[in-house]
């Protein structure tokens, strides 16, 4: 069964600080990994993707992930935190079980940002 | 604006009280995905539809679920004799088929009492 660890609950950085978020997935073939970030009371908004080919990929917002295989992680970066950035940040692992391509999510990491 | 709507918002309901929601997806997607959210925790997965046929559902789906897409366009989530433990914010995903990114509506929160 697929799964995914974000080890961090909150994490607060200052603002134009940088940020690296945790993911290690569980899965058994070749993943397909989202990043999503979601403002409070609000739906949950794609930043990034990745399904093959250059392991670092570049998302909305100035943000990056990079796609480990030997550790099984997907963590995602960004050099300059801007207040507006603070949210909860979830990454998800998706692929193909014959019928469905559902996403498996991540508790989520909540981002506070000081100014 | 083309992007995954979802009516209503907000849903306060009393325990026992039967409740639908609607999903309306991007125009062109196919795949519909219905998850739900508790708090402090990341969505799960409920059901998913391409077209109109639902092809596959979560255990967490009890009998007291029911989704349906009748002609392939939205999707309504209905719960019956709602629980307190029903109490979720319930999201709404569509994607193209072949295409593994889905995107997400706004959510409708409901609230048992």
């Known amino acids: 069964a697929q799964s995914v660890t974000q080890p961090d609950i909150h994490i607060t950085v200052s603002e134009g600080a940088s940020l690296e978020l945790r993911c290690n997935y569980s899965?058994?073939?070749?993943?397909?990994l989202f990043w999503y970030v979601q403002s409070p009371g609000q739906g949950l908004q794609l930043l990034l993707k990745?399904?093959?080919?250059?392991?670092l990929v570049q998302g909305i917002k100035g943000f990056e992930a990079e796609f480990k295989r030997s550790q099984s992680s997907f963590n995602l970066r960004k050099p300059s935190v801007h207040w507006s950035d603070a949210a909860e940040y979830f990454c998800?692992?998706?692929?193909?079980?014959?019928?469905?391509?559902?996403?498996?999510f991540g508790t989520g990491t909540r981002l506070q940002v000081t100014l | 604006d083309t992007g995954v709507s979802q009516d209503p918002r907000h849903k306060i309901t009393k325990r026992g009280q039967n409740v639908t929601f609607r999903c309306d997806p991007i125009?062109?997607?196919?795949?519909l995905y219905w998850y739900r959210q508790t708090l402090g925790q990341g969505p799960e997965f409920l059901t998913y539809f391409q077209n109109e046929a639902q092809l596959e559902k979560s255990r967490l789906l009890s009998d007291r679920f029911s989704a349906e897409r009748p002609k392939g366009s939205f999707s309504t989530l209905e719960i019956q004799r709602t629980e307190q433990g029903d109490s979720a914010m319930y999201l709404c995903a569509s994607s193209l088929a072949g295409f593994y990114e889905q995107y997400f509506g706004p959510g409708t929160r409901l609230t048992v009492t």
């Open positions: 125009s062109e997607h196919n795949r």
């Open positions: 990745y399904f093959s080919g250059d392991t």
């Open positions: 899965y058994g073939a070749t993943p397909y």
């Open positions: 998800a692992v998706g692929g193909y079980t014959g019928t469905a391509s559902k996403l498996t």
